[in-house]
C-alpha cells in the first residue's frame, strides 16, 4: 500500500530495541494528549493517552512521558517488533475545545 | 464489537465533480468528527458534529458540507471537486465529542481527483 509517511522523519531501529517517538506541541493551553499509531492504507489507532496531570502513563510496552514545561511528549515502546512499523501521530486537545489537532507524525521502521 | 467503518474504501473523480463520503460511528457513540490527510501529513480537522448539530468547523471552504442523521452516522459531502481535495478522508466518533474524550478512528475513504 501507498505509505502516509512521505518526507516525515523517520526513526529505523532492530526487533528488541526500546524506541523512542518524540513530539513537541505548541498550545501550552492543551491539557489531553493521544498517541496513534496509523499503518500504511489505514486509519489512525488509538494507542495511549496522557492528560495534563500526570507526567506519566504506562500501557502494555508503551510510555508516554509529557514535559509540560517544555511542552514535549514522547512515546517509549519496549522491545519494539516488526509490526509496530508504522507512523505515530501524537494528537492535543485545547482546553475547553473537542477537536484534535495532529503533529507531523514520525515514521517508525523496525528491523527483523 | 463493530468499529467506525466508512464507505466507499477508495474513490476516483474528476475536477468539479461533486462526493459525498460516508460514516457510521461506534455503537454507543453520538459524535462524529471529519479530517483530511493529505500524503504525509497528520489529519486536519473539517467539522464536528453531535446530535445532529454542527459543533465545530476546521478552515475549510464552503464547497465542503456535512450532516449527521438520527442514527448518528454522517456524510461528509465536497462539490466542486479540485485537485487539491485529493486525501484520506477519516472519520472519528466518541460518546459525545466533548473535550478530552478519545476520538476512533475508521479506516478512511481515499478520495483521488483528476
Known amino acids: 500500500g501507498e505509505s502516509v509517511g512521505l518526507h516525515l522523519p523517520t526513526l529505523s531501529v532492530q526487533e528488541g530495541d526500546n524506541s523512542i517517538i518524540n513530539c513537541a506541541y505548541s498550545n501550552s493551553a492543551s491539557d489531553y494528549f493521544i498517541w496513534y499509531k496509523q499503518e500504511s492504507g489505514k486509519g489512525p489507532q488509538f494507542i495511549i493517552d496522557i492528560r495534563s496531570n500526570m507526567d506519566k502513563r504506562q500501557g502494555q510496552r508503551v510510555t508516554v512521558l509529557l514535559n509540560k514545561t517544555v511542552k514535549h511528549l514522547s512515546l517509549q515502546i519496549a522491545a519494539t517488533q516488526p509490526g509496530d512499523s508504522a507512523v505515530y501521530f501524537c494528537?492535543?486537545?485545547?482546553?475547553?475545545?473537542?477537536?484534535?489537532?495532529f503533529g507531523k507524525g514520525t515514521m517508525l521502521l523496525v528491523s527483523p | 464489537d463493530a468499529g467506525v467503518t466508512q464507505s466507499p474504501t477508495h474513490l476516483i473523480k474528476t475536477r468539479g465533480q461533486h462526493v459525498t463520503l460516508r460514516c457510521s460511528p461506534i455503537s454507543g457513540h453520538k459524535s462524529v468528527s471529519w479530517y483530511q490527510q493529505v500524503l504525509g501529513q497528520g489529519p486536519q480537522f473539517i467539522f464536528q458534529y453531535y446530535e445532529k448539530e454542527e459543533r465545530g468547523r476546521g478552515n475549510f471552504p464552503d464547497r465542503f458540507s456535512a450532516r449527521q442523521f438520527p442514527n448518528y452516522s454522517s456524510e461528509l459531502n465536497v462539490n466542486a471537486l479540485l485537485l487539491g481535495d485529493s486525501a484520506l478522508y477519516l472519520c472519528?466518533?466518541?460518546?459525545?465529542?466533548?473535550?478530552?474524550?478519545?476520538?476512533?478512528f475508521g479506516p478512511g475513504t481515499r478520495l483521488l481527483v483528476l
Open positions: 472519528a466518533s466518541s460518546f459525545t465529542g466533548g473535550n478530552q474524550e478519545t476520538q476512533y
Open positions: 494528537a492535543e486537545f485545547a482546553s475547553g475545545y473537542s477537536t484534535l489537532t
